[in-house]
């Protein structure tokens, strides 16, 4: 497997592995009108314009297996939450038949390294609350559980963070 930055080629594969994830994922945890509007064509549409953007930030990239078929994707931007230091993790998104395969360690890894080569040693994502499964991935990398929370469209969700990303790195290598 390797890591590449994802391009507006990938729109459609992008798209189709973010509905899947979201439908293997989160069947119990959302809201079902928010998941009828999570289609592929719906998600085309926006992969399109967001990896045709041109900015530094977002970053997105993905991990492609030997074949080049991308398995697994990540998003990587500036802070959209007041208050918080470092850079957020947006998403990373793995579809079930991908997981437990180290698609998603080589997407945070990298996502760690981005962030400290952005001059960052600290980095957040907010996880459904619900999501076991991702909290258990987090924490066995070194994040903590903070004590914020949010609710949005009937959705809550937990703050995690690392706070010395460096540290967290070797302790990982």
């Keep these: 497997m390797r890591i590449r930055d994802l391009q507006i080629d990938d729109a459609a594969v992008v798209a189709r592995l973010h509905v899947q994830t979201w439908h293997d994922t989160y069947q119990e945890m959302m809201p079902p009108e ?4 999570m289609t592929i064509e719906n ?3 926006f992969w399109r314009q967001a990896l045709a953007s041109g ?3 977002p970053q997105n990239f993905g991990a492609e297996n030997e074949k080049g078929e991308l398995l697994g994707w990540c998003s990587l931007g500036k802070p959209r939450t007041e208050n918080k230091k470092g850079l957020e993790l947006w998403a990373i998104n793995i579809p079930k038949a991908h997981q437990k395969l180290g698609v998603g360690k080589m ?3 990298e996502a760690m390294r981005r962030v400290r080569a952005a001059g960052e040693n600290a980095m957040y994502l ?3 609350d619900k999501n076991q499964n991702a909290i258990d991935f987090y924490l066995r990398f070194g994040a903590a559980l903070t004590k914020e929370e ?3 469209r ?3 969700e937990i703050a ?3 706070s010395d990303l460096e540290c967290e790195l070797e302790k990982i290598k």
């Design 43 to 45: 998600m085309s549409t």
């Design 107 to 109: 997407l945070l890894l």
């Design 34 to 37: 928010m998941l009828a509007r």
């Design 126 to 128: 907010w996880v459904v």
């Design 160 to 162: 995690m963070e690392w």
């Design 55 to 57: 900015h530094e930030w």
């Design 150 to 152: 949010k609710a949005e």
């Design 154 to 156: 009937g959705v809550r």
